[in-house]
């Protein structure tokens, strides 16, 4: 098996760097603005279309952990792993419907800013420096590290010099500004998904070869034969992986807590569409929730094909790590099987992928830093071309410590895992304080710090008690257990978050209730320190053409459902 890029592969790699560097100069001088402006730096603002904000939104969210991890959850799970990508495009509408308006009456243009303008600067704060550990600690430098592993899987290259490379290149585009980032995203989104479908292409060619047919059609056909239990979206208790993809639980419960919190309450998401006006950023999120409909076909299916392959007697060395089969390996054992010109593809859509994150996560890093922490507390007074200039320095010194720290984390261990546990910890309370602040006046300050604080204790206690407790006897009521003979059980991921969601709610308005905002004296003058948020019902309308998008996602959604069910 070809285990290194040959010269072809590395002209078609050069020839996208080439277009995506160059397209990004071009951008950069076109819409470039005399004097400095930190909104136009940081949100592009008024400078992108709807398509340029969709595909900016996949080209971020896609990365080593989606094509890696995702097709190693359909070598092991199947199409049910597609949950997390299809839901996301169910979220994507409410998004557009009720959160983005809220935003962009009320001049939200960063996560931490909602925070002091709904309750006040110790909820603002603290969320800011959160999200700034999280964002560079786990997000970032996951990342990193995880695209940096896959790219000396598939071409060879050291380690190191594939981190560093991937640091440079993020950071060449991150200086543009948020417009040179969501205009080059499409074309990185192109690469993407070419790359993807040739990738896609060869696993089910292979698979209708290997049983003497020919062409993707049957290969499709032939995967679903040998591998029915693969193609269940809705799995069974007594499913071995029912821990990740708990049941019913992906359609009424802690799945939307997770996508509602990524796709609404994240500066790494929303920054692309809040410096939009409405229309252009509800049409880009309708994009995004097609391109999503898309992914699975790209990460997922090519992980079950090399299932089938694998049960066939395929790829038996080529999967194993330590001497067990890796299910992460399914993927890159794949793209080496690429003929020469069309691996140089892939691996221009993998470094497409992993370059986009990077450079989304390292804008929206320097925006809180510049916008949240260093002009409100530091600099009241810095003038527009001293913020941009902080925020460039901050791009370069969040990827240089990302790079430093990475090898530390044990990020190899599971690098899907690593970022959903860690961030899972606090979804739940980031979305509760958010959603009762959209669309609750009474919601006091208080009741949001509880929720930060509260939801965190929740989760860990929720994690952790169970697997210390004989809870045998809950296990008809959502518990299930570690081992088939263990008396040890474990709450699910995704229950587990909906939960804690459910207590934070009724918490709040507890807090909120018997203790209303406090009236202190300021002066003279009483200062209600409970805020509100210009919110009415005619922001959430929404046009026919948008309406009619919406129903056929939504139409599209039901049939996948209730065909793979």
């Given amino acids: ?81 597609s949950t997390y990508e299809w839901m996301a495009a169910a979220t994507l509408i409410i998004v557009a419907v009720f959160f983005l308006p809220i935003y962009l009456k009320n001049k939200i243009y960063t996560m931490p800013q909602f925070l002091l303008r709904r309750y006040n600067k110790t909820v603002s704060t603290i969320m800011a420096v959160f999200w700034l550990l999280l964002y560079v600690v786990v997000n970032l430098t996951s990342i990193l590290y995880l695209g940096a592993l896959a790219i000396n899987t598939i071409s060879g290259i050291n380690f190191e010099v594939c981190m560093i490379l991937l640091a440079v290149f993020a950071v060449f585009i991150t200086l543009g500004g948020m417009k040179v980032i969501g205009y080059t995203d499409v074309i990185q989104v192109f690469f993407l998904i070419m790359g993807g479908l040739a990738t896609t292409y060869l696993a089910l060619n292979l698979v209708s070869e290997h049983f003497g047919e020919t062409g993707v059609l049957k290969g499709f056909h032939l995967i679903t034969q040998h591998a029915g239990d693969h193609f269940h979206m809705i799995l069974k208790r007594n499913d071995p992986h029912y821990l990740d993809l708990p049941g019913l639980s992906i359609l009424v419960g802690g799945m939307w807590i997770v996508n509602l919190n990524y796709w609404g309450c994240n500066q790494y998401i929303t920054q692309r569409a809040l410096g939009a006006d409405l229309k252009t950023a509800r049409s880009g999120l309708l994009f995004a929730g097609f391109l999503k409909l898309l992914m699975p076909l790209i990460v997922v299916l090519p992980g079950i094909a090399a299932y089938v392959l694998h049960s066939q007697g395929l790829f038996q060395s080529e999967m194993l790590k330590d001497g067990v089969t890796n299910a992460d390996n399914a993927y890159p054992v794949l793209m080496n099987l690429l003929p020469i010109g069309m691996k140089g593809l892939a691996f221009a859509a993998h470094t497409a992928a992993i370059v986009a994150s990077l450079a989304g996560k390292a804008n929206s890093i320097s925006t809180i830093f510049s916008l949240d922490i260093y002009k409100e507390h530091f600099a009241k007074d810095a003038d527009e071309r001293h913020v941009v200039r902080v925020g460039k320095i901050v791009v370069i010194v969040a990827m240089i410590l990302a790079i430093i720290i990475s090898p530390f984390l044990g990020i190899e261990k599971g690098g899907f895992k690593f970022i959903q546990e860690y961030t899972g910890f606090v979804s739940p309370g980031i979305f509760a304080m958010f959603l009762l602040g959209f669309f609750w006046k009474r919601t006091t300050p208080g009741a949001a710090l509880f929720a930060m604080v509260g939801g965190f204790a929740m989760s860990i206690i929720l994690k952790v008690l169970p697997k210390w ?49 406090k009236v202190k004296v300021a002066g003279a003058e009483l200062v209600d320190e409970s805020k509100g948020l210009e919110v009415d019902a005619s922001m959430f309308r929404t046009s026919m053409p948008f309406a009619i998008t919406a129903i056929l996602i939504c139409g599209i959604l039901v049939a996948l459902y209730t065909i793979f069910w």
């Fill in 1 to 81: 098996m070809q285990k290194s890029l040959q010269f072809l592969d590395y002209v078609v790699f050069l020839v996208y760097f080439a277009i995506v560097a160059g397209y990004g100069i071009y951008i950069y001088q076109k819409k470039k603005r005399k004097t400095a402006d930190s909104k136009d730096f940081f949100l592009a603002e008024g400078s992108l279309t709807w398509w340029a904000i969709g595909a900016s939104l996949i080209a971020s969210n896609i990365s080593a952990e989606q094509f890696i991890g995702m097709a190693g959850s359909g070598f092991n799970i199947g199409l049910a792993i």
């Fill in 469 to 517: 407790t004989d809870l045998s006897g809950l296990s008809g009521i959502g518990f299930s257990a570690i081992s088939p003979d263990s008396k040890l059980y474990e709450i699910p991921f995704l229950d587990r978050m909906g939960i804690v969601f459910v207590v934070c709610v009724i918490v709040m308005i507890l807090i909120s209730l018997l203790a209303p905002a």
